[in-house]
Structures are given as C-alpha cells and as structure tokens.
C-alpha cells in the first residue's frame, strides 16, 4: 500500500468510526459501532504488521491521530490494543506520535483490564447509563503532574469539558 492510500484509508475509517459513534449516541443503539470496530480492528492489525506503528513520517500528523483513535476503540481486541500501546510507546519515543495518544491507550488498556487507569483519561455512564464517573485512578494525588508531562489539561479542567458533553 502506498504511504498516501494509507493515510487516506485511515481518514476513511476514522470518519465511518465517529458517524458510528455519533449515530450510536444519538439513537441509543450501537447499530454498526461493534462492526465498524471491528473491521477497523482487523484492518489496523494488518497495516501494523506490514508497516509498524502508522507514525507521523508514514501517515502525518491526522494519519497518526486516526490510527490511535481506531486503536482507541479496539475494546474487543485487548490482545492487539495491548500491542499497539507497546508500538506506540516506542513512536512517541521516537517522536512519531503525540504524548497524549500514549496516555489515552494508556489509560483505555489499563481500564479494560480491570485496573486503576494512570493519567485519569478514561470515563464511564453510571450504571443507569446517566452520570459520567471517572473510573478509577492510581496515585490520585500525582495526576495533574503526570497528565502534564503528557501535555495534558489538569484533571478538574477536563472533568468540566467531559461532564459538559452529557
């Protein structure tokens, strides 16, 4: 696959993985999401194995941020979700990826998992599908410091925007 059909075909699947969401959100009902998921899951599997992690070099700056979006929303996957964050550490490393897509897989395989997240990235509908919660978090009192050496806004400002969006 040439570089510039890659970045384009991620920009394809993230806008069909957000019109999912979005009609999702809107009716209540997760219609296509799991099959958009998992297409996209099956396709973003395949270009890591034939290229490595989709860096900034490969794909650009929007290349890069769909990939971890569709990496992001690989839940039913957490085998390949877990081998994206180890690419991904390294492309940040690299500077092929932001510090911010690192802390948001981060915190999505750790909550997956069962475990308290890291940098405090993660929500979720209470139990009655009303009322966003965080879910849990390590060493709450070092958050605001690790969300920012993630480039990351402090913890209370990004509870306001997640709660604005109920």
């Given at each position: 696959?040439?570089?510039s059909?890659?970045?384009?075909?991620?920009?394809?699947?993230?806008?069909?993985?957000?019109e999912?969401?979005?009609?999702?959100?809107?009716?209540?009902?997760?219609?296509?999401?799991?099959?958009?998921?998992?297409?996209?899951?099956?396709?973003?599997?395949?270009?890591?194995?034939?290229?490595?992690?989709?860096?900034?070099?490969?794909?650009?700056?929007?290349?890069?941020e769909?990939?971890?979006?569709?990496?992001?929303?690989?839940?039913?996957?957490?085998?390949?979700?877990?081998?994206?964050?180890?690419?991904?550490?390294?492309?940040?490393?690299?500077?092929?990826?932001?510090?911010?897509?690192?802390?948001?897989?981060?915190?999505?395989?750790?909550?997956?998992?069962?475990?308290?997240?890291?940098?405090?990235?993660?929500?979720?509908?209470?139990?009655?599908?009303?009322?966003?919660?965080?879910?849990?978090?390590?060493?709450?009192?070092?958050?605001?410091?690790?969300?920012?050496?993630?480039?990351?806004?402090?913890?209370?400002?990004?509870?306001?925007?997640?709660?604005?969006?109920?």
């Open positions: 696959m040439v570089i059909e890659l970045a384009e075909a991620l920009h394809q699947r993230a806008a069909r993985d957000q999912a969401r979005r009609a999702a959100q809107e009716t209540g009902l997760a219609g296509d999401l799991l099959s958009v998921d998992a297409d996209n899951t099956a396709w973003l599997t395949g270009v890591v194995a034939e290229h490595g992690w989709p860096g900034i070099d490969l794909v650009g700056e929007e290349g890069a769909e990939a971890w979006l569709l990496a992001q929303h690989a839940d039913r996957e957490p085998q390949f979700q877990r081998r994206a964050l180890e690419l991904l550490t390294a492309a940040v490393e690299a500077g092929q990826a932001p510090h911010r897509h690192l802390a948001y897989l981060t915190d999505r395989c750790l909550v997956g998992a069962g475990e308290p997240q890291v940098y405090g990235t993660q929500y979720v509908s209470g139990p009655d599908g009303t009322g966003l919660r965080l879910h849990p978090v390590a060493d709450p009192e070092g958050l605001d410091a690790r969300r920012a050496a993630m480039g990351l806004e402090p913890s209370a400002a990004y509870d306001r925007r997640m709660r604005a969006q109920e």
